[in-house]
Structure formats: C-alpha cells, structure tokens
C-alpha cells in the first residue's frame, strides 16, 4: 500500500475495521466492545471514525448474512477460510452492497492491498477474485462499464 493512500483516513478506517473484525472473529465480543478500542486509542492514527463504526456495526449485525453472501463466490465453506481472508472479504462486501457512493475499483484495490500485508501468499488473489465477482452481481452496471476508476477511497 503505498504511504499516500494508507495515510488517508478511509483507508485508515478500513485497515482498523478490517483489524477490528480480525480480533471479534478470533475473541467475540458485542459491537460497541470492539470498537471502543479502536476509537478510544488516542495514539492511533486519524481516521474516518463514521466509516469505520459503520463497517464494523454492518458486519456484526448480521455476520450470517454476509456468509451467505459470502458462499456464493467462495469455494469452500467460510468456516474453513482464514480469518484474514473472511475479515478482508466481509470488509469488502460490506463496502460493495451498503457503500455504494465508494467506486467498486477503490474497495477491491484497498482490500487487496490489505490482502497482500496481511494474508498469506495467494490471499491477494483469493480475494481479489471474490469480491471482483460479487461486484458483477451487486454493482452491475458500475462493474460492467468500467466507469469506476475514480479514487475516493
């Protein structure tokens, strides 16, 4: 990621939501229990706070319907993904479905850069690959036309 972009506070807001989501998968926890520790860090890096709440509180709300969504596009059971690659993946088509005002282009590059720091190897290509066709289904006009190249991440 280079240090322009990973400075900007949504993509700040997504790396802590993608963390936020990472830690819930692995500790559990209520909604407001795991972004207290994001928000309350006063030596952390500014962020999109209403971004990332949002993330996280979409995510969690209905975490089986995200799986669902999930299981259209992956392989294999989510149960068996790495928790990386589903906080990554969730992050993505949390983005995807209730951001529409974020070009699809932005949130599958931003993921996958997160993907490449964080996940193994091939993580960057697993989820690149789901979340370019769950973006066919859920922005299918943007993803179709190509039109999304703006950054506004």
């Known amino acids: 990621m280079n240090v322009g972009k990973a400075n900007k506070p949504r993509s700040v807001a997504r790396r802590r939501a993608f963390q936020a989501l990472y830690q819930w998968q692995l500790a559990g926890g209520t909604t407001h229990e795991v972004m207290s520790d994001f928000l309350a860090d006063p030596d952390g890096p500014a962020f999109d706070q209403a971004h990332f709440s949002a993330l996280v509180a979409k995510a969690i709300a209905d975490p089986a319907h995200w799986e669902s ?49 964080f ?12 979340l370019d066709k769950a973006a066919r289904v859920l922005r299918p006009l943007e993803a179709t036309s190509g039109s999304a190249r703006g950054r506004h991440g």
Do not use: C
């Not at 928790?83 to 699809?104: D, M, N, Q, T």
């Open 69 to 117: 969504l999930m299981e259209r596009w992956v392989t294999r059971s989510t149960g068996q993904l790495d928790p990386v690659e589903k906080a990554l993946l969730i992050i993505g088509l949390v983005e995807l479905a209730e951001f529409p005002e974020i070009p699809y282009r932005v949130v599958l590059n931003e993921v996958v850069e997160l993907a490449k720091l």
């Open 119 to 130: 996940g193994s190897k091939q993580s960057h290509a697993f989820v690149n690959s789901v």
